[in-house]
């Protein structure tokens, strides 16, 4: 984030360690319970997953924080491999071809998330671009609700940053809502604007 933007937001975009996650894993888990809309018996299950995550090989991690130091969003990823949920049910739903294209050496963007009332100033946008100019990989893969792409401001961000269609109106087991994988090649060339 440049000190212009700033200044202009009032918040900074910070790289992150897998012990600032942790130690910061209640604010964490309060942005992504606002920004997806989860109840508090789901966001207690996903707790230990998140947790969890900061330990896995190639983690990388950024957080938007306000001046007086609240987290107002963050994003994180790391190595796809064999083993790893999202991996395994993304994996076995392609084609041996887009299993290879994708999958051989992928960084998996696992969440990005700003809270509601700080969206709309490219907060998203920020958090994304250095997430994927830390990543390491070949690719990078994501999972997204299935929603209308002209009015969802992830979709238009995604889109933007040059993600394509690799998995469409997917469901994983135990959520009811279908989603969409989509990708894009590494490294990280500047979004259109």
């Given amino acids: 984030m440049s000190k212009d933007s700033e ?15 942790a130690r910061r894993l209640d604010d964490v888990m309060a ?4 920004a997806m809309g989860y109840r508090s018996e789901l966001l207690e299950a996903r707790r230990g997953y ?11 991690a950024v957080a938007t924080l306000t001046n007086d130091g609240h ?21 076995n739903a392609l084609d041996p071809a887009a299993r290879t294209a994708w999958f051989a050496d992928c960084f998996e963007v696992v969440e990005l998330h700003v809270r509601p009332p700080a969206q709309g100033h490219s907060l ?14 070949s ?9 209308d792409e002209a ?8 889109r933007r940053f040059g993600f394509r ?13 279908a989603f969409a994988v989509l990708g894009r090649e590494l490294p990280l060339t500047p979004p259109a604007s």
Wanted: hydrophobic letters at 35%; aromatic letters at 14%; charged letters at 20%.
């Fill in 7 to 21: 200044e202009r937001t009032g918040m900074r975009l910070v790289p992150w360690q897998p012990d600032d996650l």
């Fill in 31 to 34: 942005v992504y319970g606002e």
């Fill in 50 to 60: 998140i947790a969890s995550h900061a330990r896995r090989p190639g983690f990388r």
């Fill in 71 to 91: 987290l107002a969003g963050f994003g994180y990823g790391y190595l796809s491999h064999p083993g790893q949920w999202w991996h395994d049910q993304v994996y």
């Fill in 124 to 137: 998203g946008a920020r958090q994304l671009a250095a997430l994927l100019r830390m990543a390491n990989g």
């Fill in 139 to 147: 690719t990078t893969l994501l999972s997204t609700p299935e929603a």
């Fill in 151 to 158: 009015t969802s401001r992830a979709w238009r961000l995604y």
């Fill in 165 to 177: 269609d690799v998995l469409r109106g997917f469901r994983f087991p135990g959520d009811e809502r």
